[in-house]
């Protein structure tokens, strides 16, 4: 049984700064990619940004230079800096892992409970 447990997240003010995190815990023998997909209200969920294994960084244009993402793989978890937060920032985001939870087996995804932002004056 593989978990995704997210943390951070809540209300900020336009042009400040959040951070989440994501701890992934159980079973794993290995980690493909992991990161954050977000969905505002009426919206489909979107990727944020994802690392890749061997330390690729994956955003989406609408985040690159203000978004960080970042992975501590001895921790399994995965950060989430933001800054210069806007209103359409707003939305649950999501945290994603796609992993394998044996040598041989295939890659499943997982994805955790969310957590919402909330960027408003």
């Known amino acids: 049984q593989v978990q995704l447990v997210e943390s951070g997240g809540g209300l900020v003010q336009p042009g400040g700064s959040l951070g989440l995190s994501c701890v992934a815990s159980?079973?794993?023998?290995?980690?493909?990619?992991m990161g954050w997909y977000r969905q505002a209200p009426g919206k489909e969920r979107e990727l944020v940004a994802v690392?890749?294994?061997?330390?690729?960084?994956v955003y989406a244009d609408s985040v690159r230079g203000r978004f960080t993402i970042s992975k501590d793989n001895a921790k399994n978890t995965v950060y989430l800096q933001m800054s210069s937060l806007k209103p359409e920032d707003t939305a649950v985001y999501y945290c994603n892992g796609l992993l394998k939870t044996a040598r041989d087996g295939p890659i499943y995804e997982y994805w955790g409970q969310g957590t919402q932002v909330t960027v408003s004056s």
């Open positions: 690392v890749i294994s061997g330390g690729v960084t």
């Open positions: 159980g079973s794993i023998f290995s980690i493909n990619r």
